[in-house]
Protein backbone atom coordinates (compact mmCIF):
# COMPACT_ATOMS: atom_id res chain seq x y z
CA UNK A 1 0.00 0.00 0.00
CA UNK A 2 1.06 3.33 -1.34
CA UNK A 3 2.16 5.01 2.23
CA UNK A 4 3.78 8.50 3.73
CA UNK A 5 4.01 7.82 7.32
CA UNK A 6 4.84 10.31 9.85
CA UNK A 7 6.03 10.26 13.73
CA UNK A 8 4.69 11.19 15.88
CA UNK A 9 1.10 12.02 15.36
CA UNK A 10 1.12 13.98 18.79
CA UNK A 11 3.72 15.36 20.55
CA UNK A 12 3.41 18.30 23.30
CA UNK A 13 7.51 19.33 24.21
CA UNK A 14 8.56 22.24 26.47
CA UNK A 15 10.40 25.65 24.90
CA UNK A 16 13.75 24.41 23.80
CA UNK A 17 13.87 20.85 23.76
CA UNK A 18 15.27 19.71 20.51
CA UNK A 19 12.52 17.50 18.63
CA UNK A 20 12.27 15.57 15.13
CA UNK A 21 9.68 14.76 13.17
CA UNK A 22 10.18 11.62 10.50
CA UNK A 23 8.76 11.11 7.53
CA UNK A 24 8.92 8.13 5.28
CA UNK A 25 7.18 7.09 1.89
CA UNK A 26 7.20 3.94 0.32
CA UNK A 27 6.52 5.22 -3.24
CA UNK A 28 9.77 6.07 -4.56
CA UNK A 29 9.24 10.03 -5.46
CA UNK A 30 11.44 12.11 -5.48
CA UNK A 31 9.80 15.27 -4.37
CA UNK A 32 8.98 15.79 -0.68
CA UNK A 33 8.18 18.82 1.14
CA UNK A 34 6.92 20.03 4.86
CA UNK A 35 3.81 22.00 5.34
CA UNK A 36 2.21 23.51 8.37
CA UNK A 37 -1.64 23.70 8.60
CA UNK A 38 -2.77 26.86 11.20
CA UNK A 39 -6.29 28.13 11.22
CA UNK A 40 -7.49 30.59 8.41
CA UNK A 41 -4.01 29.91 6.81
CA UNK A 42 -4.16 27.19 5.07
CA UNK A 43 -0.96 25.11 3.89
CA UNK A 44 2.45 26.52 4.03
CA UNK A 45 5.47 24.96 2.96
CA UNK A 46 8.44 24.91 5.31
CA UNK A 47 11.34 23.31 3.28
CA UNK A 48 11.01 20.97 0.09
CA UNK A 49 13.85 18.32 -1.47
CA UNK A 50 13.37 17.85 -5.56
CA UNK A 51 16.04 14.81 -4.54
CA UNK A 52 18.78 13.30 -2.36
CA UNK A 53 20.78 15.81 -0.78
CA UNK A 54 18.96 18.54 -2.47
CA UNK A 55 16.62 20.90 -0.17
CA UNK A 56 15.23 24.32 -0.65
CA UNK A 57 13.41 26.87 1.62
CA UNK A 58 9.29 27.36 1.37
CA UNK A 59 8.02 29.75 2.39
CA UNK A 60 8.08 29.47 6.26
CA UNK A 61 11.85 28.07 7.00
CA UNK A 62 12.68 29.81 10.09
CA UNK A 63 13.44 27.63 12.43
CA UNK A 64 13.39 24.23 10.88
CA UNK A 65 15.81 22.34 9.37
CA UNK A 66 15.46 19.35 6.86
CA UNK A 67 17.43 16.53 5.88
CA UNK A 68 17.15 14.33 2.63
CA UNK A 69 20.16 11.45 3.03
CA UNK A 70 18.02 8.99 1.33
CA UNK A 71 14.97 9.30 -0.82
CA UNK A 72 12.18 7.51 1.26
CA UNK A 73 13.21 9.76 4.63
CA UNK A 74 12.39 13.22 4.98
CA UNK A 75 12.61 14.19 8.44
CA UNK A 76 11.78 17.68 10.05
CA UNK A 77 13.92 18.95 12.92
CA UNK A 78 13.15 21.85 15.46
CA UNK A 79 16.14 22.49 17.08
CA UNK A 80 14.42 25.02 19.52
CA UNK A 81 10.92 24.87 19.56
CA UNK A 82 9.29 28.09 20.41
CA UNK A 83 5.45 28.40 20.71
CA UNK A 84 4.69 29.79 17.72
CA UNK A 85 5.72 26.58 16.04
CA UNK A 86 2.41 24.94 17.73
CA UNK A 87 0.79 23.94 14.39
CA UNK A 88 -0.11 20.67 12.36
CA UNK A 89 2.21 19.36 10.16
CA UNK A 90 2.35 17.53 7.05
CA UNK A 91 4.82 15.72 4.98
CA UNK A 92 4.12 15.15 1.32
CA UNK A 93 5.35 13.55 -1.70
CA UNK A 94 4.88 13.79 -5.22
CA UNK A 95 3.70 11.86 -8.02
CA UNK A 96 5.05 13.71 -11.19
CA UNK A 97 5.48 17.66 -11.67
CA UNK A 98 3.35 17.90 -14.56
CA UNK A 99 0.29 17.96 -12.64
CA UNK A 100 1.40 19.25 -8.80
CA UNK A 101 -0.26 16.55 -7.05
CA UNK A 102 1.10 15.55 -3.85
CA UNK A 103 0.29 12.52 -1.48
CA UNK A 104 0.37 13.61 2.46
CA UNK A 105 1.03 11.54 5.64
CA UNK A 106 -1.73 12.14 8.25
CA UNK A 107 -0.19 14.84 9.64
CA UNK A 108 1.71 15.40 13.25
CA UNK A 109 0.04 17.96 15.77
CA UNK A 110 3.04 19.22 17.63
CA UNK A 111 1.97 21.60 20.79
CA UNK A 112 5.16 23.42 22.05
CA UNK A 113 4.59 24.87 26.10
CA UNK B 1 -0.21 38.46 0.72
CA UNK B 2 -3.00 35.68 0.01
CA UNK B 3 -2.68 34.77 -3.81
CA UNK B 4 -5.14 31.92 -3.48
CA UNK B 5 -8.84 33.03 -1.50
CA UNK B 6 -11.48 30.71 -0.05
CA UNK B 7 -13.63 33.31 1.12
CA UNK B 8 -16.11 31.25 2.44
CA UNK B 9 -15.00 29.36 6.04
CA UNK B 10 -17.88 26.91 5.88
CA UNK B 11 -20.32 25.59 3.56
CA UNK B 12 -23.56 23.84 4.75
CA UNK B 13 -25.57 22.04 1.80
CA UNK B 14 -28.29 19.57 1.82
CA UNK B 15 -28.19 15.90 0.79
CA UNK B 16 -28.33 15.54 -2.76
CA UNK B 17 -28.18 18.91 -3.68
CA UNK B 18 -25.37 20.67 -5.69
CA UNK B 19 -22.35 21.68 -3.73
CA UNK B 20 -20.55 25.20 -5.20
CA UNK B 21 -17.22 25.48 -3.44
CA UNK B 22 -15.30 28.92 -4.78
CA UNK B 23 -11.58 29.95 -4.97
CA UNK B 24 -10.21 33.35 -6.32
CA UNK B 25 -6.50 34.05 -7.26
CA UNK B 26 -4.72 36.86 -7.96
CA UNK B 27 -1.88 35.59 -10.00
CA UNK B 28 -2.39 35.31 -13.72
CA UNK B 29 0.69 33.26 -13.94
CA UNK B 30 -0.98 30.10 -12.20
CA UNK B 31 -0.71 27.14 -14.29
CA UNK B 32 -2.53 24.74 -12.49
CA UNK B 33 -5.26 24.51 -9.93
CA UNK B 34 -6.03 21.83 -8.08
CA UNK B 35 -8.75 20.72 -5.12
CA UNK B 36 -8.03 18.70 -2.21
CA UNK B 37 -10.23 16.94 0.48
CA UNK B 38 -9.29 16.70 3.68
CA UNK B 39 -11.07 14.92 6.81
CA UNK B 40 -10.57 14.89 10.49
CA UNK B 41 -7.42 13.52 11.58
CA UNK B 42 -5.73 12.58 8.02
CA UNK B 43 -3.94 14.36 5.68
CA UNK B 44 -5.20 15.86 2.13
CA UNK B 45 -6.12 14.25 -0.52
CA UNK B 46 -6.53 14.81 -4.18
CA UNK B 47 -9.39 15.74 -5.80
CA UNK B 48 -9.55 16.72 -8.73
CA UNK B 49 -7.44 19.40 -10.82
CA UNK B 50 -7.19 21.55 -14.00
CA UNK B 51 -4.85 23.48 -16.51
CA UNK B 52 -4.90 26.90 -17.24
CA UNK B 53 -5.34 26.25 -20.79
CA UNK B 54 -9.35 24.85 -19.79
CA UNK B 55 -12.44 25.97 -18.68
CA UNK B 56 -13.68 22.85 -17.24
CA UNK B 57 -12.51 19.50 -15.99
CA UNK B 58 -14.84 16.74 -15.25
CA UNK B 59 -14.54 13.62 -12.64
CA UNK B 60 -17.41 11.52 -11.88
CA UNK B 61 -19.83 13.80 -9.42
CA UNK B 62 -16.97 16.73 -9.20
CA UNK B 63 -16.45 19.57 -11.96
CA UNK B 64 -14.15 22.37 -11.80
CA UNK B 65 -14.99 25.42 -13.42
CA UNK B 66 -12.09 28.24 -14.12
CA UNK B 67 -12.65 31.55 -15.29
CA UNK B 68 -9.51 33.00 -16.06
CA UNK B 69 -10.82 36.86 -17.12
CA UNK B 70 -12.03 36.72 -13.68
CA UNK B 71 -9.43 34.65 -12.03
CA UNK B 72 -11.83 32.37 -10.37
CA UNK B 73 -12.76 28.68 -9.88
CA UNK B 74 -15.70 26.95 -8.68
CA UNK B 75 -15.75 22.93 -7.68
CA UNK B 76 -18.97 21.30 -8.47
CA UNK B 77 -20.50 18.29 -6.55
CA UNK B 78 -23.10 17.01 -7.64
CA UNK B 79 -25.66 15.27 -6.01
CA UNK B 80 -23.46 15.87 -2.50
CA UNK B 81 -23.35 12.83 -0.29
CA UNK B 82 -23.00 12.92 3.72
CA UNK B 83 -19.06 11.32 3.00
CA UNK B 84 -18.49 15.16 1.16
CA UNK B 85 -18.13 16.35 4.26
CA UNK B 86 -14.79 17.80 4.73
CA UNK B 87 -12.59 20.32 4.47
CA UNK B 88 -11.57 21.29 0.64
CA UNK B 89 -8.62 23.25 -0.17
CA UNK B 90 -8.06 24.95 -3.23
CA UNK B 91 -4.63 25.16 -4.77
CA UNK B 92 -3.10 26.86 -6.87
CA UNK B 93 0.73 25.96 -9.02
CA UNK B 94 3.28 28.38 -11.17
CA UNK B 95 6.38 27.12 -13.25
CA UNK B 96 5.72 23.72 -13.66
CA UNK B 97 7.11 22.50 -10.55
CA UNK B 98 4.94 21.02 -7.42
CA UNK B 99 5.02 24.68 -5.31
CA UNK B 100 1.75 25.11 -4.59
CA UNK B 101 0.11 27.92 -3.11
CA UNK B 102 -2.90 27.17 -0.93
CA UNK B 103 -6.00 28.72 0.19
CA UNK B 104 -7.39 28.41 3.78
CA UNK B 105 -9.91 25.81 2.68
CA UNK B 106 -13.89 25.63 3.39
CA UNK B 107 -15.04 22.91 5.42
CA UNK B 108 -18.31 21.51 3.44
CA UNK B 109 -21.02 19.90 5.57
CA UNK B 110 -23.83 17.81 3.96
CA UNK B 111 -27.16 17.93 6.14
CA UNK B 112 -29.09 14.59 5.63
Known amino acids: EAQVTQNPRYLITVTGKKLTVTCSQNMNHEYMSWYRQDPGLGLRQIYYSMNVEVTDKGDVPEGYKVSRKEKRNFPLILESPSPNQTSLYFC????????????FGEGSRLTVL | DQQVKQNSPSLSVQEGRISILNCDYT??????FLWYKKYPAEGPTFLISISSIKDKNEDGRFTVFLNKSAKHLSLHIVPSQPGDSAVYFC???????????WGAGTKLIIKP
Open chain 2, 27 to 32: NSMFDY
Open chain 2, 91 to 101: AARKDSNYQLI
Open chain 1, 92 to 103: ACGKGALTGELF
